[in-house]
């Protein structure tokens, strides 16, 4: 026959809070910017932080829910997302324990204008200045910004990933100049074009050229299944 438990009852365990936070970035008027949504409910309502949510029972992996949380708090749909790290600590939300795992997302500014959803009472472009913006962020968001802003300019050094924050179609000064405010440099014009050159991930758009001050220049777009290549060397 089983004894009865003696001594004191366990307490329930607090509740575990699991997050997904997404940093997206995008260029626009020349500044490489972050969407923030400012919170409409407690905790820190009133400040700006990065768009994010709780994991549900039916999301089907971790990028779905990292994929519907920018849906239904900006509007948006990114091309690009990417698994930043994870973060969690008994202080980073007043409301218990809580982990997240944050993604960083790139988009061009010519495919959207972000809108607020729920949990939200605005949704803004702010500029990066460094690794950071000028709202004091809720949570330890201003840390996983920073990281974000970290790993996408480490990674331009050596990959394609800028072509995700152009248009589908673009010119190769379009390309190099976006190289350049990310890696904050100037790029030698013909080396840059040798080196795009070699890693063949593009292609003419045929028959499109967009009108310039002395001849008209070609359009490009990615090669299909050529999203992101990587360099044999920094560039």
Avoid: C
Avoid at 20 to 29: E, F, G, P, S, Y
Avoid at 100 to 118: C, F, K, Q, W
Avoid at 157 to 185: C, G, I, M, N, S
């Amino acid at each position: 026959m089983k004894q009865p438990q003696t001594g004191p009852v366990p307490a329930p365990a607090e509740r575990l809070l699991l997050t997904v936070d997404v940093a997206i970035l995008t260029l626009r008027d020349d500044s490489l910017q972050a969407l923030l949504v400012r919170r409409a409910e407690p905790p820190h309502a009133g400040r700006w932080a990065l768009p994010g949510g709780f994991i549900r029972p039916d999301d089907i992996s971790l990028e779905g829910a990292a994929r519907r949380v920018l849906l239904d708090k900006a509007g948006i749909e990114t091309p690009y997302l990417e698994q930043l790290g994870s973060y969690g600590d008994a202080k980073r939300d007043p409301r218990g324990w809580s982990a997240t795992v944050a993604y960083v997302a790139l988009i061009a500014s010519d495919r959207l204008e972000p809108r607020h959803g729920r949990n939200a009472d605005a949704a803004s472009w702010w500029p990066v200045v460094g690794t950071s913006v000028a709202p004091t962020l809720a949570f330890d968001h201003a840390r996983i910004l920073a990281a974000a802003i970290g790993r996408v300019r480490a990674k331009v050094e050596y990959t394609t990933l800028p072509v995700h924050l152009l248009p589908a179609k673009f010119t190769l000064p379009d390309l190099q100049r976006v190289y350049e405010q990310l890696l904050d440099r100037k790029l030698d014009k013909s080396a840059f074009r040798k080196r795009i050159a070699e890693i063949d991930f593009l292609e003419p758009v045929e028959g499109e050229r967009r009108a310039a001050s002395n001849r008209p220049a070609q359009l490009w777009r990615v090669k299909p299944g050529h999203r992101t290549v990587f360099f044999d060397r920094t560039i």
